[in-house]
């Protein structure tokens, strides 16, 4: 049966799979997902695939490293329901997000540029107004305290937390390294090292790391657009027969 599925274009789950190094679960799951369209089935039952959904295949695991697999399960989705206009929608929110990610990357690089010690006559602040600036909740800058991100003093009088410039920096900092998607007990390692070498030197491989992702990530989705664009094609070349 095996020869007369291949020889007629159709191909057994176990076919579509080794193509792709995959397991005829992750297929069946796929499907079941809607990433791939609706097999056909033999008379007895089985599961049969054909060249379009090879085609799908390949376009989603394209599309993945580049937009997530979130991201890329949606974009087949939306194709294979024929609403190519919300496919592209994702496509275009997730270059989106990719540029926010370089603009994120040359904020903490502006930010690093500015870690020289700042004038004390700029006051400090309290928990209250540091949040409201960096548009998080208090809660979370206790978190960041307690993971050593911020090192806030205390007023002797009341208690309250007291935020100093450094302080404020290092809050500023913080912030941007979570939106560039870092841990906080790496951002800890990372505002220890800058405080203690007084400058920017600590940070320079984790930013050449950074820059690296995002233009992996963009070539990503190049490979990604290219596939989605053959597996689009084929659908519609399919529709006109």
């Known amino acids: 049966m095996g020869r007369n599925l291949q020889d007629d274009g159709r191909l057994r789950p176990v076919d579509l799979a080794r193509g792709h ?76 997000q990719l540029l926010d990610d370089r603009r994120t990357l040359q904020a903490v690089e502006a930010a690093l540029r500015d870690l020289e010690p700042v ?45 100093s410039a450094a302080d404020v920096r290092d809050a500023l900092l913080a912030h941007q390294l979570r939106r560039g998607g870092y841990l906080l007990e790496q951002i800890a390692a990372l505002i220890a090292q800058v405080r203690t070498a007084g400058g920017v030197a600590p940070l320079e491989s984790m930013l050449r790391d950074w820059h690296a992702r995002l233009s992996a990530r963009s070539r990503a989705m190049l490979t990604g657009a290219a596939a989605l664009d053959a597996y689009l094609g084929y659908r519609a070349a399919g529709d006109r027969r």
């Open 21 to 96: 190094g995959l397991s005829t679960q992750a297929i069946r799951n796929y499907e079941a997902a809607g990433i791939l369209p609706d097999a056909e089935r033999s008379p007895h039952g089985y599961r049969t695939y054909t060249p379009l959904h090879a085609k799908a295949l390949h376009a989603f695991l394209a599309l993945a490293p580049g937009h997530g697999h979130q991201t890329a399960t949606s974009i087949m989705q939306a194709v294979n329901r024929d609403a190519t206009g919300d496919a592209l929608r994702r496509i275009d929110e997730s270059h989106a």
């Open 119 to 163: 004038p004390q006559e700029r006051g400090d602040t309290f928990v209250g107004p540091l949040s409201r600036r960096l548009g998080i909740r208090p809660a979370t800058l206790r978190k960041w305290e307690r993971a050593g991100l911020v090192q806030p003093r205390r007023d002797p009088r009341t208690g309250y937390r007291v935020y």
